[in-house]
C-alpha cells in the first residue's frame, strides 16, 4: 500500500495533511478549554460550549508519517490520543496509516438502508472478513452502538427497524454518528505475512436527508469521499413490479405507498450534482466512484423473478475466497434486463451518464422466507447476497482480487 500524506477523518469528513493531526491531553486534571470545534460537530450552543482538553499540533519534519505521541503544553503529560483538527474527534490509527473505505449507502425513504447497515457490519465481523483472512474491528463505540441500534433489534428481539429519523430535524442523535470500523487483511508477500488495515465507514442516512440538495451539502458530505456508494433501489416504488405482486407482499414490503416516494433516479441526479459541486466537475466529466446499483428487497419479488437467473443462488464469493467475476457478471445482466422489463430505463440512464464504474445487484437483508409473523416479529436475519456489492467495491478499490 502506497504512504499517504493526508487522511479523511471519519466522523467529519474534512480531509487534512498528516502534519495537521492533532493530540488531547488526557491529564484528569489539566485544565479544561471550550472546545468549538467539537461543539460545532454536535450542533451545540456556541454560547455554551462543550468542555474539553487541550488540543495541540506535534511538528514533524516527515510527511509521510505521524506523531505517535506528544506532550501537553499546560501539564507536560505525554498523550496518544490523536484527534481531528476539524471536530476534534479521536482518531482510529487505521485512517492515519491505512486506506479509507467510506462506504455510503444511499436511496430514497423506505429502501431498506437501515436494515442493510445493520445486517451487512454483522455479517463483515462474522463471516465476511473471515473468509478473506481477516477480521473486522470496531473502533470507539461503534460496535456497542452498533448492537443498540440494529443489533438487539434484528438479532435478540426478532424487530424489524423503524425508519431512520432526519438528521435535520434529530441533528444531535448519536445514531447519526458514524459507525467505524477497521478491517485488517493478510497480506502475503515472497518474504512474510503482512497485514493492511483499512477503515471502514457506514453512516444510516434518512431518505429525507436526500430530498434536496441544500439539506444533502450540510448533512450528507461523506458521499462525497466515498471509496463507493450502495445505491439501494426499492422494488416496491416500481409501479410494474408492484401490479405483478399481491396485495398482501406489498404491504409487507413496501415501507411507504410508492405514489409518494422520490423517484430513485431523481435522487440519483441530486447525488451527482452534490459529487461535481464538491470535485469541482462540469457535467460533462463522469465521476469515478464506484456505484454499485441494488435492488433491495430481493424475498419480495423472486417470485416474479425467471428462476434460472444466477440472482436465487447464493452468493459464492466467500466460500471461493476470492470475487467471482462470472457470477458477478450473470447477475449484473440479469439485473439491467429486468430494469427494463419494468420501465426503469431513467435510472439507467442517469447512472450510465454520471458515472464511470458501476454495477447491478440484488440482495435481501432480512432473507428468503423470513416473513414478519402477526404480531410483527421476525427471524433471525438470514441475508441473501448482501455482501455482493460490498465486495464489488473492494474489488474495485484493490482490497480484495477478482477472478
Known amino acids: ?42 450542533n451545540g450552543n456556541l454560547k455554551m460550549p462543550k468542555q474539553g482538553k487541550r488540543t495541540f499540533t506535534v511538528p514533524t519534519k516527515n510527511a509521510f508519517a505521524v506523531a505517535q505521541s506528544g506532550k501537553c503544553p499546560d501539564c507536560g503529560n505525554t498523550t496518544y490520543k490523536r484527534v481531528c483538527p476539524s471536530c476534534h474527534n479521536e482518531l482510529p490509527e487505521s485512517s492515519l496509516t491505512g486506506k479509507d473505505m467510506i462506504i455510503s449507502v444511499v436511496g430514497s425513504r423506505a429502501t431498506g438502508k437501515s436494515h442493510f447497515v445493520g445486517v451487512i457490519i454483522k455479517e463483515l465481523r462474522d463471516r465476511i472478513s473471515v473468509s478473506f483472512d481477516g477480521s473486522l474491528e470496531g473502533f470507539s463505540d461503534s460496535y456497542q452502538r452498533w448492537e443498540s441500534t440494529f443489533g438487539d ?52 442516512t434518512a431518505g429525507e436527508d436526500l430530498n434536496d440538495e441544500d439539506t444533502m451539502s450540510t448533512v450528507n458530505k461523506y458521499i462525497c469521499k466515498s471509496a463507493g456508494i450502495i445505491f439501494l433501489l426499492d422494488p416496491m416504488q416500481i409501479p410494474a413490479v408492484v401490479n405483478q405482486l399481491d396485495e398482501s407482499t406489498v404491504k409487507r414490503a413496501a415501507g411507504i405507498d410508492w405514489r409518494k416516494a422520490t423517484k430513485a433516479d431523481d435522487i440519483m441526479t441530486r447525488v451527482s450534482n452534490l459529487i461535481r459541486n464538491d470535485k469541482k466537475m462540469s457535467d460533462t466529466q463522469k465521476i469515478d466512484i464506484p456505484v454499485a446499483a441494488v435492488f433491495s428487497k430481493f424475498d419480495a419479488i423472486e417470485s416474479i423473478v425467471p428462476q434460472d437467473c444466477t440472482v436465487h443462488n447464493p452468493s459464492p464469493h466467500c466460500s471461493e475466497k476470492r470475487f467471482d467475476l462470472s457470477d458477478w457478471h450473470n447477475v449484473n445482466s440479469e439485473i439491467v434486463a429486468l430494469l427494463h422489463e419494468w420501465n426503469a430505463e431513467a435510472f439507467i440512464s442517469q447512472l450510465e451518464t454520471n458515472y464511470s464504474t458501476y454495477s447491478y445487484f440484488a440482495a435481501s ?24 456489492p460490498v465486495l464489488w467495491i473492494l474489488k474495485e478499490n484493490g482490497v480484495i482480487k477478482g477472478k
Not at 4 to 14: A, D, G, L, V
Not at 168 to 183: S, T
Not at 186 to 200: C, P, R, V
Open 365 to 388: 437483508a432480512l432473507g428468503l422466507n423470513n416473513n414478519p409473523t402477526s404480531d410483527g416479529h421476525i427471524e433471525r436475519p438470514r441475508p441473501h447476497r448482501i455482501e455482493d
Open 153 to 204: 433489534k434484528l438479532y435478540n428481539n426478532g424487530e424489524k427497524l423503524e425508519l431512520t429519523m432526519s438528521s435535520v430535524q434529530n441533528v444531535n442523535n448519536g445514531a447519526y454518528r458514524p459507525l467505524i470500523f477497521k478491517l485488517k487483511l493478510k497480506h502475503k508477500t515472497f518474504f512474510k505475512e503482512n497485514i493492511d488495515s483499512f477503515t471502514f465507514v457506514f453512516f444510516d
Open 1 to 42: 500500500m502506497a504512504p499517504k500524506t493526508t487522511f479523511i477523518c471519519p466522523y467529519c469528513f474534512e480531509k487534512h495533511k498528516l502534519s495537521e493531526v492533532q493530540f488531547r491531553c488526557t491529564n484528569k486534571r489539566c485544565k479544561d478549554y471550550d472546545d468549538v470545534e467539537m461543539t460545532k460537530y454536535e
